[in-house]
């Protein structure tokens, strides 16, 4: 395939290239010249689309850039989003007893799943007394926005072995257990949400997504890729109760397992989350005595895990949210002294950033969060939030950033993504702490694996608008015209 008329996104708007893509890789960039495309024109179009031909494009100074990546999916999690009752909008408990009570809802193998609520500034407690008085006949999960907690009814409560809880509110590994086993859909029903959701992904941009599903996902992966997917590379994490299957089978960080499979991160969780209120903080959470949050793994423990993975060659990827969490991450990863990645880095003390960069540690952020997080970090880390999702500072204390979404806590939309991280802003709201903004060049490069560069796989992002000149606004309203994945095709609206 051949790329005419094209310009690079941070070259000179007035340098015109043509750019040459075989087996998956960029061969040549060549100036376009006013002959070349005159010669283009001529080409006889039935020519052009046959299959024996080499395929120009004329992209008509469009801009093109690197294919954008997502470093943080939950892959089954998000295919099953657009099949749930969307609880997004709902701002009380009783609300969300009221939607259940009065809406059609869609169930499959006899329970009722909805998702997405965020119960932290809530006034009044989510029971399973209330659930069951909106709908008693069938059981009901409702996964929060978050992933770290789940509201079930009496019924579900006994489907999934919980039968004396109290409340009927899970938590932390209770919940993770429940959203595990949700997941655990037909195969062929599965794939196909996948596919849907995949081709959306790719009409963004997306050529990759690091797959941090809680399960064995290599096995699925395979079987999608054997019957055809080919919308965008994947590597697939490792959590702990896999971790000695993943040794076993010769398993490291990586390695190519297929052409768009490769083996990724080993993936441990030591807190929770802030909707929830198990972040692992230095202070207590404001009006829950000394509530500090919840450390799922001792940090003795997280050591063993982080060098067992490192050892048997997997790197570490720790999910920590709250402060005192990440100082007990960053203080693990020194004491094996391992590389790795911080997945969320979300509130951090200022001693703690420069030691991202120090001991060689990438921050996997998710700009998204600041703006869903924003009213619940002013009411819950006041005081704080000036050092929550603290892009600016972790880049200019020389931290490496890796952007993504943790979809489906926020959309798998790199746009979105990037929009947030540049601007601090959603829904026409005053920028969220302006000051840790980040400008367009450095998002795009902490949401790209590749450049535009002769030898480089043939990734690429077709747009209308040069992504530098844009505003928050427009760049989460960006159009892609086409997403190129390995020199071929996987959306294409020129």
């Not at 040549?28 to 006889?44: F, G, K, M, W």
């Not at 008085?133 to 006994?158: F, K, M, P, R, T």
Request: charged letters at 25%; proline letters at 5%.
């Amino acid at each position: 395939m051949k790329l005419t008329n094209a310009r690079i996104v941070g070259d000179d708007a007035s340098v015109l290239v043509d750019v040459t893509l075989s087996e998956g890789r960029i061969v040549a960039i060549e100036p376009h010249t006013a002959s070349d495309a005159a010669a283009e024109t001529a080409r006889d179009q039935t020519a052009r689309n046959e299959a024996s031909s080499p395929e120009v494009v004329d992209l008509d100074g469009r801009w093109i850039m690197p294919g954008l990546w997502d470093q943080h999916v939950h892959s089954s999690m998000w295919a099953q989003q657009a099949q749930r009752l969307d609880l997004s909008h709902t701002t009380s408990a009783t609300e969300v007893a009221v939607t259940l009570a009065t809406s059609v809802l869609p169930h499959t193998d006899g329970i009722i799943v909805g998702q997405g609520f965020r119960d932290a500034l809530w006034p009044d407690q989510p029971t399973r007394a209330l659930l069951d008085s909106a709908v008693s006949e069938i059981a009901v999960v409702l996964v929060s926005g978050d992933l770290h907690s789940c509201w079930l009814n009496s019924l579900a409560l006994e489907r999934f072995g919980f039968y004396d809880h109290p409340t009927g509110f899970l938590r932390e590994e209770e919940a993770f257990a429940v959203g595990s086993a949700l997941s655990r859909v037909e195969p062929d029903i599965l794939d196909g949400w996948i596919h849907e959701s995949a081709q959306e992904a790719a009409s963004r941009g997306i050529v990759g997504i690091v797959d941090l599903e809680m399960t064995w996902e290599f096995d699925n992966w395979h079987r999608r890729m054997l019957e055809g997917f080919d919308l965008f590379r994947v590597r697939v994490g490792v959590y702990p109760r896999f971790l000695e299957r993943a040794i076993s089978e010769g398993l490291a960080t990586g390695q190519q397992l297929a052409p768009l499979l490769e083996v990724g991160p080993f993936k441990v969780i030591t807190d929770g989350s802030l909707n929830t209120r198990t972040a692992y903080c230095m202070e207590s959470y404001p009006g829950d005595g000394e509530n500090r949050g919840m450390l799922n793994i001792p940090p003795d423990e997280l050591i063993d895990w982080i060098r067992t993975a490192s050892d048997a060659g997997l790197s570490p990827a720790v999910h920590a949210i709250g402060d005192d969490a990440n100082r007990l991450a960053l203080d693990a990863f020194e004491a094996v002294g391992c590389r790795g990645r911080i997945e969320h880095a979300q509130l951090l003390s200022p001693e703690d950033i420069p030691r991202f960069a120090a001991l060689g540690i990438a921050a996997s952020v998710q700009p998204e969060h600041a703006m869903d997080d924003r009213d619940v970090a002013d009411a819950y880390w006041a005081g704080r939030t000036h050092r929550t999702i603290a892009l600016r500072t972790l880049l200019d204390a020389g931290a490496e950033l890796l952007m993504g979404s943790d979809a489906p806590v926020a959309p798998l939309d790199p746009w979105a993504t990037i929009a947030s991280a540049v601007s601090r802003s959603r829904d026409g709201r005053e920028p969220w702490h302006p000051e840790q903004c980040i400008t367009i060049d450095e998002a795009l490069r902490a949401s790209t694996q590749s450049t535009i560069a002769i030898g480089e796989v043939a990734d690429i992002v077709v747009t209308r608008k040069n992504p530098l000149d844009c505003s928050g606004e427009e760049l989460r309203a960006m159009r892609v015209d086409a997403t190129i994945l390995d020199g071929r095709f996987t959306h294409n609206e020129l």
